[in-house]
């Protein structure tokens, strides 16, 4: 999926002297997909047969902005489409790129998105790189990242091979390249579901890309979950909730289903043809979501996501919290840690002509303030009152929105802890409507 919308230090817009974050993230979009899933709106092509080209490209894009972060990397996200229909090799080309052009001394996570599937059939293509500077090398390339690696279980340094060549072509194939953590779109255990979805892998795909990926040494495995899907129970949902838990995830993402426009399932449901489950089912879900996590030691800690203690993922939080940020590829947003945003055009063919098309946006004081109060309170941890304030555009003050706080907090929606407003159980079921109150439009 491409890059979310970035939090952005707001005290700077107001002259204040900030301290710039530390760190900052790194975002490759890779915008290929075996087919169209009825209810995806992200940018991607089925044209995967450019793969070579696209990874070309997008060492010319680091080429061309490798000024543009300060500070060194923590985190790399391959998201997607489905980063899994790039092969290993080209996955391994792109971080010695990246390794060549950013300061990755600091990188603590390396997180590649993938499809069941792609470990199980080998579909993906696996083209001779291209280029010298591509070839696969056996030098080490991220010793750094050794320590965090094993921390998490994952051997990271080519000289420690972390997967079995033998346990699947794709696994396999990873072998030295320094993956920390593998997240698998999983969205259901129900076949008829995954069927209604028209995604390519069924359960049992799931679980055997799962044990795949353990035998491999993968031991920091996100799965992604959907609900509210049509033909969707509560009973068809636990028995995913609880199919997920016995394959021992370290995290998992759950997303409560959004009809897009343009989709195939916006005209399906347009049509009459599918129903997606009711607003009061849906809330059943994720509060049944909730329970079953909490009760298997996962905490919560984003509307969307929940983790076992220390497994969080790294790279979300710089969505979350002042975090320059540069996104590669098209439809790839980059944040400059103050208040510009950009984001390339999402067209994989003039990009791949090397025409690629940046735009770009000075975010307000209002929009800076409307996102802190989104992203802050999307998390568990909330947002401290003295940022919130630094935050307010300076027409405003915290006396103006004092009322509406405490009529959150006396409605229970909201709970004040150690100068820090965070959303209750309560709160999270109207996340939406609690956020819109405390924002300026
Ligand atoms: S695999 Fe499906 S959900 Fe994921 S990006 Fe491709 S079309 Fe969208």
Not at 145 to 173: D, I, L, N, R, T
Not at 229 to 244: F, H, K, M
Request: aromatic share 8%; glycine share 6%; proline share 7%.
């Amino acid at each position: 999926m491409p890059s979310r919308l970035p939090l952005v230090p707001v005290a700077a817009v107001h002259g204040r002297s900030l301290p710039r974050s530390p760190v900052s993230a790194i975002y490759l979009h890779i915008p290929f997909c075996a087919s169209r899933c009825i209810y995806c709106d992200f940018y991607s092509t089925t044209l995967r047969n450019k793969a070579p080209q696209y990874v070309e490209a997008l060492i010319r894009e680091m080429d061309e902005r490798k000024s543009f972060l300060r500070t060194p990397v923590r985190t790399i996200y391959f998201g997607g489409g489905t980063p899994s229909q790039l092969g290993p090799a080209h996955i391994a080309a792109l971080l010695r790129a990246l390794s060549s052009r950013f300061d990755l001394s600091h990188c603590e996570e390396i997180t590649l998105e993938a499809n069941p599937e792609d470990f199980i059939d080998g579909t993906w293509p696996l083209p001779s790189p291209s280029q010298p500077s591509m070839a696969a090398s056996s030098s080490p390339l991220f010793a750094p990242f050794v320590p965090v690696a094993a921390k998490f279980g994952c051997q990271a340094s080519p000289s420690q091979p972390s997967m079995s060549a033998s346990s699947s072509p794709y696994a396999g194939g990873l072998e030295g390249v320094s993956i920390t953590r593998l997240s698998l779109g999983v969205q259901s255990l129900v076949d008829s579901e995954l069927r209604l979805l028209h995604r390519r892998h069924n359960a049992a795909h799931v679980r055997q890309a799962v044990h795949l990926l353990r035998d491999a040494g993968i031991t920091n495995l996100s799965l992604d979950l959907m609900y509210g899907l049509p033909t969707q129970t509560l009973e068809s949902w636990e028995y995913s909730i609880d199919e997920v838990l016995k394959l021992r995830p370290q995290h998992i993402s759950a997303y409560n289903l959004s009809v897009e426009p343009g989709t195939r399932l916006h005209t399906l449901v347009q049509k009459g043809e599918l129903t997606p489950c009711d607003d009061e089912t849906c809330l059943q879900m994720a509060a049944l979501l909730r329970t079953k996590l909490k009760a298997a030691g996962f905490e919560q800690y984003e509307i969307s996501n929940y983790a076992l203690p220390g497994f969080h993922s790294r790279h979300n939080s710089s969505y979350w919290v002042p975090t320059p940020y540069l996104g590669l590829g098209p439809g790839a947003h980059s944040y400059d840690g103050h208040n510009r945003r950009s984001w390339n055009a999402p067209d994989v063919e003039a990009y791949l002509r090397g025409d690629r098309v940046e735009e770009s946006e000075t975010l307000t004081d209002l929009d800076l303030y409307n996102e802190r109060v989104m992203l802050g309170l999307r998390t568990a941890h909330g947002i401290d009152l003295h940022d919130l304030e630094s935050a307010l555009p300076q027409s405003c003050s915290l006396i103006t929105l004092r009322p509406t706080i405490d009529s959150l907090l006396h409605r229970n929606l909201l709970q004040l802890r150690h100068n820090r407003i965070s959303l209750t159980t309560s709160g999270l079921s109207l996340a939406d409507e609690v956020i819109r109150e405390l924002m300026f439009v």
